[in-house]
């Protein structure tokens, strides 16, 4: 059974019938089968019997929302980081704003990255502890269970939180009027609690925008540290270069400089076109 344990308030204005709701998984499950090129690379049986198991578990009416938490986490359950469960487009019509940071899970710990809201109480480096009552962790765990990865792979679920939390959490977890944080600042001990308003989402956009991925390389001595920070046509265009030839450019910066130790630091970075991977490493 895949109905997550934490259970967030929600919009309970308009619900589905047990027989509306198995009818939709009997139409994904059919369009599944007859269009993922490797729906049981993993296990026919398993795939079957998560099925089985989320239909016997829906016995009541369900929102919309409750419905695609379930749906999502069955289909995460299938292995194949390119097939997802979308919300449709209505839905961000309705819920436009977006939770107000971003944060990044290191370790055990739930630091703010970037604080899109007016209020500048928190700042980057800030623990984040708990959300309108949910401990941080729990909420991460929730996430994980429903965004897709291939196989077991568990580092690109943690990369896409830590990416585009604020996005998550209103796909996945709630999209209320505002939050009540509980955090830590940098460096100290006491817990404190601040209210933060929700932010629309074309705001976000616009001041991710202006993140610079364009890639670095710094040398020092006889290391040189090479930093990816995506593998996108464009983000190397600012380069001014292609990939093949911004490649050759900097591994002839290496031959000149006599650079005997390399490290590619590819943290952050979420892909791109294949080729660029591939012309990488010939």
């Known amino acids: 059974m895949f109905v997550c344990t934490l259970a967030y308030p929600q919009d309970t204005t308009h619900s589905?019938?047990?027989?509306?709701?198995?009818?939709?998984?009997?139409?994904?499950?059919?369009?599944?089968?007859?269009?993922?090129?490797?729906?049981?690379?993993?296990?026919?049986?398993?795939?079957?019997?998560?099925?089985?198991?989320?239909?016997?578990?829906?016995?009541?009416?369900?929102?919309?929302?409750?419905?695609?938490?379930?749906?999502?986490?069955?289909n995460a359950k299938i292995g194949c980081g390119h097939t997802n469960i979308l919300h449709e487009d209505t839905y961000f019509k309705r819920y436009p704003?977006?939770?107000?940071?971003?944060?990044?899970?290191?370790?055990?710990n739930?630091?703010?990255?970037?604080?899109?809201?007016?209020?500048?109480?928190?700042?980057?480096?800030?623990?984040?502890?708990?959300?309108?009552?949910?401990?941080?962790?729990?909420?991460?765990?929730?996430?994980?269970?429903?965004?897709?990865?291939?196989?077991?792979?568990?580092?690109?679920k943690l990369n896409?939180?830590?990416?585009?939390?604020?996005?998550?959490?209103?796909?996945?977890?709630d999209h209320p009027n505002q939050y009540e944080i509980e955090y830590r600042?940098?460096?100290?001990?006491?817990?404190?609690?601040?209210i933060l308003n929700p932010i629309h989402h074309d705001d976000i956009k616009?001041?991710?925008?202006?993140?610079?991925?364009?890639p670095t390389i710094l040398f020092d001595n006889n290391i040189a540290l090479w930093k990816i920070k995506s593998f996108l046509a464009e983000d190397i265009k600012k380069c001014g270069k292609s990939f093949k030839k911004y490649y050759k450019y900097v591994f002839n910066e290496l031959n000149q400089r006599g650079t005997e130790n390399l490290i590619i630091d590819l943290r952050g970075n979420h892909g791109g076109i294949h080729t660029a991977c591939v012309?990488?490493?010939r």
């Open 110 to 156: 739930a630091l703010v990255s970037s604080n899109f809201s007016e209020n500048k109480t928190l700042s980057r480096g800030d623990e984040i502890l708990s959300i309108n009552g949910f401990k941080i962790q729990d909420i991460k765990e929730d996430m994980i269970k429903h965004i897709t990865s291939d196989g077991y792979n568990q580092t690109h």
């Open 16 to 74: 589905f019938s047990p027989t509306q709701l198995i009818e939709d998984l009997g139409f994904l499950k059919e369009s599944l089968e007859n269009q993922h090129p490797g729906l049981y690379w993993y296990s026919k049986a398993k795939f079957d019997q998560d099925f089985d198991s989320i239909v016997s578990s829906i016995r009541q009416p369900m929102t919309e929302f409750d419905f695609y938490r379930v749906v999502s986490a069955f």
């Open 185 to 194: 600042k940098k460096n100290a001990d006491d817990i404190q609690r601040v």
């Open 160 to 173: 896409k939180i830590n990416s585009t939390f604020s996005e998550q959490y209103v796909m996945m977890i």
């Open 97 to 108: 704003n977006r939770f107000p940071l971003d944060i990044v899970f290191i370790g055990e």
């Open 206 to 214: 616009i001041r991710r925008a202006k993140i610079n991925k364009t």
């Open 279 to 281: 012309e990488l490493f």
